[in-house]
C-alpha cells in the first residue's frame, strides 16, 4: 500500500562524565570530556531535559551542515563547529514545534529528551582526523560524540516504554546511522526513529563517507550494513536494512518536495547535479523504502527545510492529511 503523500512538482565508548551543570528551563548540561571534540577542538557537550515521572524517551540528534574539502570546511563554511557556548545549547532547545512543550497538541511533552548537538561536519557518524590545504584541521569525531551521549543515556534510562529517535537535517542521519545501536538496548520500548529532511540523496559511493570513516562503526549485528561495500553504498540502505532487522520498529521520514537545503548541498556533492536530478532521485528513494510494512513518508510542498522545530509541525496539511496526526499515528 502506497503511504507517500506526493505532491507533483514543477521547476560506543564508555567515558567519564567530568560535569554537568543545571540550567533555569528544566535543561541539564553534560560536559562529558574523555574523547568528545568539535570540529576545531573545542569541547563537546550535550544537554537533557529530565521531567521525571515520565517513562518515555525521546533522542533528537541536531542538524548543521557538512564539510569535506578545504573550501566547504574553511570557517564559516558550510556547518555549525562549535556547541561550548551555553546561550547557544539553550536557543536550539528552544524551537518552536515539537520543541514548544507548553503546546497541547506537543506529543512529546511528557516525554523526557536528550538532544545531543552537532559541531563535527560529518553527519554524526564520522571517526577521523583530516589535515587540508592551509593548516586546516577537521576533527570529524561525531560517532564518538554521540556514542558518548548515548552511553550516558544507557546508564541512566534502564527501560524506556516508548522511545522516538529523531534528528533533523544532518541530525537525520545522525538518528538513523546511531539508531540500531539503541534499539538493541532497548529491544523491548515501543519505538519509532523519524528523519527530518534528510533523504540521502547522494552520488553512489560517495567518497566523503569515507573521508569521515562511517563505515568503522556500521553496526556488527547488521550484516548487510556491517560487510557493506562502500563502493555501492547510499544512506538509504541504513533504513532499508534497519526497517528489516527491526521489523516492529516504526521508520519514518518527512522532507519537503524541492528542500532548498538537501537540494544545496546534492549539487555540491557532485559536479552537474541538478534541482531535477534530487527531486527524482527522493521520490525513487522513498517509493523504493515505502515497499516495506514498517516505513512511511511525508512529502509536502515547498522548499522548507525540517519541520520538527518548527510551526508548521502542527499546522501542515497535505491532502488531507494532518502531519501531527500522521505523526501521531507512528
Known amino acids: 500500500m502506497r503511504k507517500i503523500l506526493m505532491i507533483l512538482v514543477f521547476a560506543l565508548f564508555t567515558l567519564p562524565l567530568t560535569a554537568q551543570e543545571d540550567t533555569n528551563d528544566e ?32 533522542i533528537y540528534f541536531q542538524g548543521g551542515g557538512a564539510c569535506w574539502n578545504a573550501f566547504s570546511c574553511r570557517e564559516g563554511g558550510t556547518f555549525d563547529d562549535d556547541v561550548s557556548d551555553e546561550a547557544e545549547l539553550i536557543r536550539y532547545a528552544r524551537f518552536d514545534g515539537i520543541f514548544d512543550f507548553s503546546n497541547e497538541q506537543n506529543p512529546i511533552a511528557d516525554y523526557d529528551l536528550v538532544f545531543i ?6 553527519i554524526h557518524s564520522g571517526m577521523n582526523q583530516v589535515e587540508f590545504p592551509g593548516e586546516l584541521t577537521i576533527n570529524y569525531n561525531g560517532y564518538v560524540n554521540a ?13 524506556p516504554e516508548r522511545l522516538l529517535i529523531a534528528g533533523s537535517s544532518a541530525g ?26 534528510g533523504v540521502g540523496v547522494t552520488p553512489v559511493g560517495w567518497d566523503v563517507l569515507e573521508l569521515w570513516n562511517i563505515f568503522e562503526n556500521m553496526p556488527p549485528f547488521i550484516p548487510e550494513l556491517a560487510q557493506v ?15 528489516q532487522y527491526f521489523p516492529d520498529v516504526r521508520f519514518a521520514q518527512f522532507t519537503n518536495a524541492v528542500d532548498e537545503v538537501q537540494i544545496m548541498f546534492f549539487r555540491f556533492s557532485a559536479s552537474g547535479n ?22 512511511n513518508s ?27 496526526d500522521w505523526f501521531q499515528r507512528l
Do not use: K
Request: proline share 6%; with cysteine; glycine share 8%.
Open 229 to 243: 561495500d562502500p563502493n555501492e553504498f547510499t544512506p538509504s540502505m541504513l533504513y532499508q536494512f534497519n526497517a
Open 172 to 197: 537525520a542521519y545522525g538518528a538513523i546511522y546511531h539508531a540500531p545501536y539503541i534499539l538493541q538496548q532497548y529491544p523491548n520500548a515501543q519505538s519509532v526513529v523519524f528523519g527530518d529532511a
Open 27 to 58: 535543561w541539564t548540561i553534560i560536559q562529558p570530556g574523555g574523547e568528545t571534540i568539535c570540529a576545531r577542538g573545542t569541547p563537546y557537550q550535550f544537554f537533557v531535559r529530565d521531567i521525571g515521572e515520565t517513562n518515555n524517551l525521546m
Open 298 to 324: 511525508y512529502v509536502a510542498p515547498g522548499t522548507e527545510h525540517t519541520i520538527l522545530g518548527s510551526p508548521e509541525f502542527y499546522t501542515l496539511e497535505v491532502e488531507g492529511v494532518a502531519f501531527i
Open 117 to 122: 548537538p552537532y559541531c563535527t561536519a560529518d
Open 274 to 295: 541538478t534541482v531535477e536530478d534530487w527531486i527524482n532521485g527522493m521520490y525513487a528513494i522513498l517509493d523504493e523504502l515505502d515497499q516495506a510494512d514498517n516505513f
Open 147 to 159: 556514542a558518548t551521549a548515548l552511553q550516558w543515556v544507557y546508564e541512566h534510562y534502564d527501560e
